[in-house]
Structures are given as structure tokens and as C-alpha cells.
């Protein structure tokens, strides 16, 4: 079974940074896209930033030149380097996997982020 354990959550003041890893394990197939979404109270879950396995990333424009996301495909590993955090950046981070040959579409458990103005 797979599971998507993140870590490195916690809270920070307003313009400091955070380093979130998310680890995967059960998995016997790479993930071809890794994501980090956030979800603050009472709104939805968005997308902050993606990555394939290649390399390739996107992020939503609240969070560009402000965070980075990379992975190692060795330690089935994705992270997210969080610079210049703001009161609004302050949410549960989930991390996300997706994967063509299971088809399949896996969850972390969430970590929270607050930043204190």
C-alpha cells in the first residue's frame, strides 16, 4: 500500500522560510508528477506546486520566486523550500502523487504551516 508521510511543518514568523519533505514508500513504480497542495480553513484545496519526473515544475502564482520544489527519484522523496513566508501562506500543505501505470492518485496525511504576522 502506499503512503505519503510529510514532515516539516510548524510555525514561523512572517518572512521566514520552511522546508516541507514528503516520503514515499510501498510503492514498487515511480510517480510521474509530485505535488504540494495547500488547503486553508473553510476553502478549497489548491495547487502550490508541481513536479515530473523529469524535472519539469509549476507553480500557482501566489508562490512563485517564493517557494521551490524538487524531488529525488532515488529516495522517492519531494520537497518544498518555502522563502519570504506571508500570514496567507498559512494552511495544512498536502503532498500528492500520481502515477499512469497504477493509475492510481495518492494522498499524504497534511502538515500544517502558520505564519504569525
Known amino acids: 500500500q502506499v503512503q505519503l508521510v510529510e514532515s516539516g511543518g510548524g510555525l514561523v514568523q512572517a518572512g521566514g522560510s520552511l522546508r516541507l519533505s514528503c516520503a514515499a514508500s510501498?510503492?514498487?513504480?515511480?510517480?510521474?508528477?509530485m505535488a504540494w497542495y495547500r488547503q486553508a480553513p473553510g476553502n478549497q484545496r489548491d495547487m502550490v506546486a508541481t513536479?515530473?519526473?523529469?524535472?519539469?515544475?509549476r507553480y500557482a502564482d501566489s508562490v512563485k520566486s517564493r517557494f521551490a520544489i524538487s524531488r529525488d527519484n532515488a529516495k522517492n522523496t519531494v520537497y518544498l523550500q518555502m522563502s519570504s513566508l506571508k500570514p496567507e501562506d498559512t494552511a495544512v500543505y498536502y503532498c500528492n502523487a500520481e502515477s499512469t501505470w497504477s493509475r492510481g492518485t495518492y494522498w499524504g496525511q497534511g502538515t500544517q504551516v502558520t505564519v504569525s504576522s
Open positions: 513536479i515530473t519526473r523529469g524535472g519539469s515544475t
Open positions: 510501498g510503492n514498487t513504480f515511480s510517480f510521474d508528477l
